[in-house]
């Protein structure tokens, strides 16, 4: 069966292709604003991010696929703790039986020790875990690309961009 590392390798593989599709698709933007092809300019953009928000999902799942499993782990060193924990219990028995202070003193702060340990990986496995976002292109989005892509290589949209209006309008 497939190991968790080698599933969170594929995904990462994933996520570098939608990067490089990314930058084809800023590449092929800027040679359509460079032509005065708003609409195909449009296209580009929106495949851009496209594959933007594709990356990053990519990169959301690796990270959840990871998530999953370290709560596995987690969960298999807790069961270990709550093994740990019965011996501390019949530590703990064992020294109030004696009354020898200095041993139940031992055994109290390595039970603490204990429950510090768990509150630190369940802290860690909440943390771990995060909500995906929706996939959509707004048309502030689809502009604001087109602007950054035209203003870095120095490229004038001029009234090119609202004369274009959405992919697909343009006639």
């Known amino acids: ?7 969170i390798k594929t ?3 994933k996520f570098k292709k939608c990067e490089k599709n990314e930058r084809t698709q800023k590449l092929r933007l800027k040679q359509a604003i460079e ?8 296209i580009y953009a929106q495949n851009a991010i496209r594959e933007k928000n594709q990356s990053l999902n990519f990169l959301r799942l690796a990270s959840r696929v990871d998530a999953v499993s370290s709560r596995v782990e987690t969960a298999l060193r807790m069961n270990n703790l709550s093994d740990s924990m019965a011996g501390v219990v019949r530590g703990m028995d064992k020294a109030l039986a004696s009354m020898d ?5 031992r055994t109290m702060d390595k039970f603490e020790q204990q ?3 768990l509150d630190v990986r369940a802290g860690y ?11 959509s292109t707004p048309q502030e989005e689809v502009d604001g690309l087109i602007q950054m892509v035209a203003d870095e290589h120095g490229l004038a949209l001029g009234a090119e961009l609202d ?9």
Do not use: W, Y
């Open 125 to 135: 496995m909440e943390g771990a875990m995060s909500n995906t976002t929706s996939l």
């Open 101 to 105: 202070v200095e041993k139940i003193s």
């Open 163 to 171: 004369d274009a209006g959405a992919v697909g309008t343009g006639v």
């Open 35 to 42: 032509a005065g092809n708003m609409e195909g300019a449009r």
């Open 11 to 13: 995904v990462v593989k």
């Open 1 to 7: 069966t497939n190991q968790p590392e080698d599933d």
């Open 115 to 117: 429950f510090e340990d």
